[in-house]
């Protein structure tokens, strides 16, 4: 009740920041793509983009490694190890972000301009996202840098989902004749489903809302471009670059605006996740 | 427990006795301000001044808000921002910086010559070669090629503001399509968040060229373009040539120093340069106001030898005597 009250607040106090906007710019703050604080034109399309694509990047990374590396931790690993490498894992999420978006400049982008990329090009160049020239930093480059992040986050819920199983169920699996391969499928994936959905939306949560490190590697560029080599911006990054040294009032406006934007797209996709989950669980 | 208590008394009732100043603003002058401020105390040991360097625009609005007791802010406050205040605004120049444009193209160490419109057309993406007529022309004997790549600030900054008004100078093209800003909606190339952004991605991605605070180039070692000036001369960024823009813009300064003295006049100046300012009243209350002026009038005159060390220009003599007497016409009441 009490967090309802105080999302609410939020909401309105962004509301009210961003009222001079929300009047002069109307619905084509929300579809029109030019950002030019010069002449006090704002569009937050490419900023939308740029949020949703990058965090999904990071999700269908983030995922798969994520669950594989909670199964080998619970399922296969000797006890001795699964504890080392949960606890190495853990600690990627005590790293800050500033430090990864450094390590994004001086190390991921570079490979990912000399190596990835040209071998995604030869690979897959046919297809749209693997088009236009190799820089490094871009939509690729923030959205690794995210799985890397949200990777402890989603790893770790799963492995308690997994480990919260009783041992009796994989017994079980095991005595029907099935192999270990299928006794994961079929006694511990196939029941902690939700849980495993749960942790991916916290994961989701978390690649919405950074900032720096994406910052820092994405390129910053007010454009909508399919290719994942090219650069683009975010709606957090956005805010994070203009809002010190904003003056005119529309400007900051606009950009509180942006902020009630995120508000908006992080509540859609978390209330169409929470309901993607409901019903995929009921059946 | 009571000699802790005792000491403790002490503590407090010496740091009530310090007459407290609260400044905001521009992140840019910040080691030479903090400088400055320490300094200072060895000077007047009351006065204490606290600086957060929040950024000019933030600064800007905390001292409208009278949150702080000054300002500090790398481009000069607009009529109509001065507008909106109670009371009458001074600016203070300070001291001086200037933008450098860093570059990474394979088989040139040093010494890349460029020109204004040059740079403009590079920023706008109509020259988008290295091996261009017109840069060619500008370096002789030097064989450059491969692709441009454009790296700018993402974050608002001052750095932007007195480039940006540096190519509205010299482009009208640039000035129609882009015009000047502390953020702009930039034609083409990559964002780098800071100075130290921008020449990360210049360091790792040949054939990229962007631009950079004078002593963030200096103190990373980056190599920067030598500049052809308004008079045809090419101009070395250096703390004198800076000095020497601000001498040339020196004979049209305004009564109140909001000027932009980019492309200024003089065969020594470098082009690329502007004042950083501090904003105060110009009517305060008479304690804090008597310390206020107190410090400024040290900053412009005695203050000013710290800046060279620290790769900041002074400002040029006959500046400092004008600066002066404005800060005297504060009034205390």
């Known amino acids: ?275 993607f989950v409901s019903r995929s669980g009921n059946r | 427990m009571k000699k802790t208590l005792i000491l403790f008394l002490i503590m407090t009732g010496a740091a009530q006795a310090a007459n407290l100043i609260n400044g905001a603003g521009a992140t840019f002058p910040f080691p030479l301000y903090s400088k400055w401020f320490s300094e200072y105390q060895k000077i007047d040991a009351n006065v204490q001044i606290n600086y957060q360097s929040i950024g000019s625009g933030g600064g800007i609005r905390q001292f409208m808000e009278k949150t702080v007791d000054f300002g500090a802010s790398d481009s000069p406050m607009s009529d109509e921002q001065l507008a909106k205040a109670s009371v009458p605004i001074d600016h203070i120049p300070t001291v001086l910086g200037a933008v450098v444009l860093t570059y990474n193209v394979p088989g040139v160490e040093k010494g890349l010559k460029l020109s204004g419109d040059v740079i403009a057309d590079i920023f706008l993406g109509k020259i988008a070669k290295w091996d261009d007529a017109r840069i060619a022309k500008l370096n002789p004997g030097t064989k450059l090629t491969g692709d441009v790549l454009v790296v700018h600030r993402s974050d608002g900054s001052g750095t932007s503001g007195i480039f940006t008004d540096y190519l509205s100078k010299v482009s009208a093209d640039w000035k129609s399509k882009v015009g000047t800003g502390t953020a702009v909606n930039w034609p083409v190339g990559l964002g780098g968040k800071g100075n130290e952004g921008v020449s990360g991605l210049v360091k790792q991605t040949p054939g990229s060229l962007g631009y950079v605070e004078l002593i963030y180039a200096k103190n990373n070692n980056m190599a920067y373009a030598t500049l052809k000036n308004k008079a045809g001369k090419f101009a070395e960024a250096s703390t004198g040539s800076v000095t020497a823009a601000a001498a040339g813009a020196l004979k049209n300064m305004p009564a109140d120093f909001r000027v932009s003295i980019t492309d200024a006049e003089g065969k020594d100046a470098y082009p690329i340069s502007g004042f950083t300012y501090l904003l105060v009243w110009t009517r305060m209350p008479k304690e804090k106001g008597a310390d206020i002026v107190k410090f400024l009038k040290w900053a412009v005159q005695d203050g000013q030898k710290f800046a060279e060390p620290l790769s900041y220009a002074p400002l040029p003599k006959a500046l400092v005597t004008k600066v002066s007497a404005k800060i005297n016409g504060i009034a205390l009441e």
């Open chain 1, 1 to 275: 009740m009490g967090l309802a009250v105080l999302l609410l607040a939020i909401a309105f106090f962004l509301y009210r920041a961003a009222a001079p906007a929300l009047h002069k710019l109307g619905w084509s703050f929300v579809y029109s793509s030019v950002w030019d604080p010069v002449q006090d034109i704002f569009g937050a399309l490419p900023v939308v983009y740029g949020t949703v694509v990058s965090s999904f990047i990071a999700i269908i990374i983030a995922t798969p490694l994520s669950i594989g590396v909670a199964l080998f931790l619970t399922e296969i690993a000797p006890r001795r190890v699964g504890r080392v490498v949960g606890f190495l894992i853990e600690m990627l999420a005590a790293i800050p972000s500033v430090v990864y978006g450094l390590w994004g400049i001086f190390v991921l982008a570079p490979w990912l301009r000399t190596t990835v990329e040209p071998g995604l090009k030869t690979a897959l160049g046919f297809l749209p996202f693997f088009q236009g020239p190799a820089y490094g930093v871009g939509m690729m480059a923030a959205g690794i840098i995210l799985a890397i992040m949200i990777t402890p986050t989603i790893s770790s819920i799963s492995r308690e989902i997994f480990s919260a199983i009783p041992q009796p169920q994989r017994e079980a699996a095991l005595g029907l004749g099935a192999t270990r391969w299928e006794m994961m499928r079929l006694a511990v994936l196939r029941s902690s489903k939700r849980g495993i959905a749960g942790a991916v939306i916290l994961g989701l949560g978390r690649a919405l809302g950074e900032t720096m490190a994406v910052t820092m590697v994405i390129g910053n560029r007010h454009e909508i471009s399919a290719s994942f080599f090219a650069p683009s911006t975010t709606m957090a990054s956005i805010i994070a670059n203009e809002y010190s040294e904003a003056t005119s009032d529309i400007h900051i406006a606009a950009l509180v605006e942006v902020g009630l934007l995120l508000f908006a797209v992080t509540f859609i996709i978390n209330s169409l996740a929470r309901l």
